[in-house]
């Protein structure tokens, strides 16, 4: 039997810092396994992406990187040229990858998601 596709909350987090320094280029949804998931694009100073999805439940190893403390949470840091930070928030999966953000950018985007749900 096969279960039902778990979906997202219909509003998705938009980072408060992002209303100053870029503007959303797009959202695309995508589905991972039976979970659905968005896939939020920005520009600007720096291009990145978001994405939020519903973590599966046979998935129980994060990634490898280094470990940031986000105040509310904490993350994940992988990569070298291409970065992308991985934390949990209220049941939900972030993962923001860019090619040019700085780590100290990515922490602040990541910050600025806490509390956004829907704003």
Known sequence: MRTPCRKLPSA?????????????IGTVPVQIGD???VVLRFGGKYSYTLMESLPQAVNVSSPSGE??????????????????????LD???YRLSSGDLPKEEMIAIAKSVEGQVGK
């Open 35 to 37: 979970s659905e998931a």
């Open 67 to 88: 470990i940031v403390d986000l105040g509310f949470t904490y993350g994940v840091l992988t990569g070298k040229e291409q970065k992308t930070l991985y934390w949990l």
């Open 91 to 93: 049941g939900v999966e």
């Open 12 to 24: 998705l987090s938009i980072p408060r810092i992002c209303r100053k320094t870029c503007k959303k």
